[in-house]
């Protein structure tokens, strides 16, 4: 397995505001994933940042939006662009370790006011 | 294009009583499946993994999942519930042919346990 951190852990946002996202890896991954989690619901894969390449978005997903790093094999930032309300979720971010299982960060809440 | 079908949005049982998640799966080749679980306020924890080896697969905390090519399903069972297992349960199907990697979700099913 692997232990991944995400910062910050819970935020609050004026609308109209940018937040950027970190995801840490203990150990080097090739395939890092992006997923969004609206209140009450199920996960929506946001995009796959794999290192050295440019992220690949999932449908209604904007790299405007949501644009995304990936510097290294143990890192990736997320950024929300331009929040409004509906952009309340929790992002959670996620590797692939070869077994085909993803594990997952604890997640950012983030709130829009 | 592959999918995952959760039957049950919200399932109740009492504790030390049998537990039961359906999940159906839509998949144009053969499929690894995952069950993942996620306590409130917490992260998703990986439960347990099918992938064309065993068709009984045993995972953590006492659960275990069957895949039934013949009916495309891959229910979660447990024998006896406890307490610290209300939580919510997402079935997940892997994308591993042009999408590798990728990971298709459940809506999941919300489980509560009564004493």
């Known amino acids: 397995s692997a232990v991944i951190s995400q910062k910050p852990s819970r935020d609050i946002c004026q609308r109209g505001t940018s937040l950027t996202i970190q995801c840490q890896v203990d150990?080097?991954?090739?395939?890092m994933f992006w997923y969004r989690q609206q209140p009450g619901q199920s996960l929506t894969l946001i995009a796959t940042?794999?290192?050295?390449?440019?992220?690949?978005?999932e449908s209604g997903f904007v790299i405007d939006k949501f644009p995304i790093s990936r510097p290294n094999l143990t890192f990736s930032t997320l950024t929300v662009s331009n929040m409004s309300p509906e952009d309340s979720s929790i992002y959670l971010c996620?590797?692939?370790?070869?077994?085909?299982?993803?594990?997952f960060g604890p997640g950012t809440r983030l709130t829009v006011t | 294009a592959q999918s995952v079908t959760q039957l049950d949005s919200h399932v109740s049982v009492s504790e030390g009583t049998p537990v039961l998640l359906r999940c159906n799966y839509s998949?144009?080749?053969?499929?690894?499946l995952f069950w993942y679980v996620q306590h409130p306020n917490k992260g998703l924890q990986l439960l347990l993994k099918?992938?064309?080896?065993?068709?009984l697969v045993k995972g953590i905390n006492g659960f275990e999942a069957e895949f039934k090519k013949s009916e495309t399903s891959f229910h979660l069972t447990k024998p006896s519930a406890h307490m610290s297992d209300a939580a919510e349960y997402f079935c997940?199907?892997?994308?591993?042919?042009?999408?590798?990697?990728?990971?298709?979700f459940g809506a999941g099913t919300q489980v509560v346990v009564t004493p």
């Open positions: 997940v199907v892997s994308m591993t042919t042009d999408s590798w990697g990728k990971l298709q």
């Open positions: 099918y992938t064309s080896a065993a068709t």
């Open positions: 996620s590797v692939e370790l070869g077994g085909g299982e993803q594990y």
């Open positions: 150990s080097q991954v090739t395939m």
């Open positions: 998949s144009s080749y053969s499929p690894s």
């Open positions: 940042a794999n290192q050295g390449s440019e992220a690949t978005y």
